[in-house]
Each structure stands twice: as C-alpha cells, then as structure tokens.
C-alpha cells in the first residue's frame, strides 16, 4: 500500500494529516520492532513439515520487486525483494544440508 493511500485513509476516516516522512518513520520503528518475531518465523519455516510457497512481481517506483508468500500450517512469511529467486534467509534445507529454492519447490512440499 502506498504512503499516499494510507494519508488518504488517515484524512478521510481518520480526520487527520500525516506526512510520507511521518509514516517512513513508522514502518522503520515497526520493522524494528518486529525483526526478531519474523526472523523466529523464518528461522520456524525450516521446521515444518509443509509448506506453500508463491512469489509475485510487481513495480515499486518503476523498480521490478518480487513478493514472496511462504505459508505454514499456522502462520505466513512475506518477504519483499529486488529478484525472482528466493530470499536468502528464507531458503529451505533438505536433510542433505543442500539449498532448496522455493521457488522450484511445489506447493506442501515435505522439507523435513
């Protein structure tokens, strides 16, 4: 969602004003905030027996980025990226210790 979208929110269900500075800052104290849990649930992400994956591409300021979905029985992983290929801290391992890519990985793919 866009800084404009969400100012537009604010103004109009809200009732007020808020600058793209003001929610920049925002989202970097949240991203903060929130690093451990994510790395926790990524660091889980290994852990699970299945798993579905799925990545999309859109444009952010006309740069290509790719999302990423990784879902688990009972939590979501979204990873926002510049490529196609698979997060590096989000890449699985088979039981040989070899990377498996998830974007090659089909959908409850068993990554014991």
């Excluded at 003001?22 to 970097?28: E, H, N």
């Excluded at 979905?69 to 990873?79: D, G, I, N, Y």
Aim: hydrophobic share 35%.
């Amino acid at each position: 969602m866009s800084f404009t979208t969400i100012q537009d929110f604010f103004a109009e269900v809200v009732g007020i004003k808020v600058s793209t500075g003001f929610l920049a800052k925002q989202v970097r104290k949240t991203s903060v905030a929130l690093k451990g849990t994510y790395d926790d649930l990524v660091a889980q992400l290994r852990k699970e027996k299945h798993l579905h994956l799925d990545e999309t591409g859109s444009k952010e300021n006309g740069k290509r980025r790719w999302t990423w979905c990784l879902r688990a029985k009972s939590f979501t992983v979204f990873h926002i990226g510049p490529t196609g290929s698979p997060p590096r801290q989000t890449r699985l391992r088979n039981p040989n210790r070899h990377p498996l890519p998830a974007k090659v990985a089909p959908p409850q793919t068993n990554v014991r």
